[in-house]
């Protein structure tokens, strides 16, 4: 059983929204740094957003700041990514994880998804 399970992707015009989530099962949200990252399929996966598990603080990659909100409800173990102001560079297939780096400025480490949610912004 995957470790996290992934929803709310789909298809959005330039300047839309989505409202991504993530439900993690039978872990203690203390434990780990959890977070989200993304694929196009053939690339690199790019860390863009995570919570630290020492100070609670959260953290974007610069190309999605301030576009994009990282939530998390402990009382249900999901996780939120709210993005606003979609852009065709967007496009990607986007996975909940675990983050072994999660600080200002260096994101990585990641380990432990699930199998993605895609999410495609049409121009």
């Known amino acids: 059983q995957l470790p996290f399970i992934e929803s709310g992707g789909g298809l959005v015009q330039n300047g839309g929204s989505l409202r991504l989530s993530c439900v993690f099962g039978?872990?203690?949200?203390?434990?780990?740094?959890i977070g989200w990252f993304r694929q196009v399929p053939g690339k690199d996966r790019i860390p863009i957003s995570c919570?630290?598990?020492?100070?609670?603080?959260?953290y974007y990659e610069k190309s999605i700041k301030g576009r994009f909100t990282l939530t998390r409800d402990d009382a249900k173990n999901e996780l939120h990514l709210q993005m606003n102001s979609l852009k065709p560079e967007d496009t990607a297939v986007y996975f909940c994880?675990?983050?072994?780096?999660?600080?200002?400025?260096?994101?990585?480490?990641?380990?432990?998804w699930g199998q993605g949610t895609h999410v495609t912004v049409s121009p």
């Open positions: 039978g872990m203690r949200k203390d434990d780990f740094n």
């Open positions: 919570i630290s598990r020492t100070n609670g603080n959260i």
């Open positions: 994880a675990k983050f072994g780096r999660c600080r200002d400025e260096d994101l990585g480490g990641l380990s432990s």
